[in-house]
């Protein structure tokens, strides 16, 4: 099947639960404010950490303040992301949520917040590694960071279908995820295209309405909340249940 079958599938299914799907998005909405309490800056519609602006006299309240602010953002994020996935579980199984699925929510939610974080952790150990050793002129340490952080993002792509649809141990969802990024390679390829492309999509828009609203960089970051993310996960759903050859 081609990719773009499968993002037609993706439309499909997004059309057919848009009401759901934006309600559970919700959480993306308050992650993101959060996220802005954070030394940051914003561009592309995302938010991204600014390491540089940690000073080294930052006091502990405030190191400790910082880390809670990821972890509540971190959780969130981890919230939504299994909501979204849970209700493409339901529509494939021709269930509305029940309360059990809810229960079921809970835990996948602590599953998935644990290999995000130790992800973020990962990548967070890598920059300072060679941030610290000097090694290297800036220009490398971009692209190493760069390709390490590619090679993260694929291995844990599918972490949250594992752990939703496949109902997978923390250990188990990163094994099925790595085996379903190196087995539909060319899908994962794919997808990371298409997010790259809407990323920029929403970016070159809300840079152009700059000029007349002055929030446009804030209603990117909503917009991509509300809209791509979910979509995005709705389209690794469809990957993901490639493997069975069934498509919702």
């Given at each position: 099947m081609t990719f773009a079958?499968?993002?037609?599938?993706?439309?499909?299914?997004?059309?057919?639960?848009?009401?759901?799907?934006?309600?559970?998005?919700?959480?993306?909405?308050i992650a993101f404010p959060l996220a802005l309490l954070l030394p940051n800056y914003v561009a592309l519609?995302?938010?991204y950490?600014?390491?540089?602006?940690?000073?080294?006299?930052v006091s502990a309240i405030e190191l400790l303040s910082l880390l809670a602010v990821l972890l509540v953002s971190l959780l969130l994020f981890s919230f939504a992301v299994v909501a979204v996935n849970s209700v493409l579980r339901a529509q494939?199984?021709?269930?509305?949520?029940?309360?059990?699925?809810?229960?079921?929510?809970?835990?996948?939610?602590?599953k998935l917040f644990t290999v995000l974080l130790a992800v973020f952790i990962a990548s967070f150990a890598f920059n300072l590694a060679l941030f610290e050793s000097g090694a290297a002129s800036e220009g490398v340490r971009i692209v190493l960071n760069s390709l390490f952080s590619f090679a993260l993002a694929l291995l844990v792509l599918f972490?949250?279908?594992?752990?939703?649809?496949?109902?997978?141990s923390v250990e188990h969802a990163v094994a099925l995820s790595y085996s379903?990024?190196?087995?539909?390679?060319?899908?994962?390829?794919?997808?990371v295209a298409l997010a790259a492309v809407l990323l920029a999509l929403n970016a070159v828009v809300f840079s152009a309405l700059a000029a007349v609203l002055p929030?446009?960089?804030l209603i990117a970051i909503a917009f991509n909340a509300l809209?791509?993310?979910?979509?995005?996960?709705?389209?690794?759903?469809?990957?993901?249940?490639?493997?069975?050859?069934?498509?919702?």
């Open positions: 079958k499968l993002v037609g599938h993706a439309l499909k299914a997004y059309s057919e639960n848009l009401r759901l799907l934006s309600f559970f998005s919700i959480p993306f909405l519609g995302g938010i950490l600014r390491l540089g602006s940690i000073g080294a006299d494939r199984s021709l269930n509305a949520l029940k309360h059990t699925d809810f229960e079921r929510m809970e835990e996948a939610t602590i972490v949250p279908q594992a752990i939703v649809i496949d109902n997978a379903m990024a190196t087995k539909k390679f060319r899908y994962a390829i794919a997808f929030f446009a960089p809209v791509f993310l979910p979509f995005l996960e709705v389209v690794k759903v469809q990957i993901y249940l490639s493997k069975y050859s069934l498509l919702i």
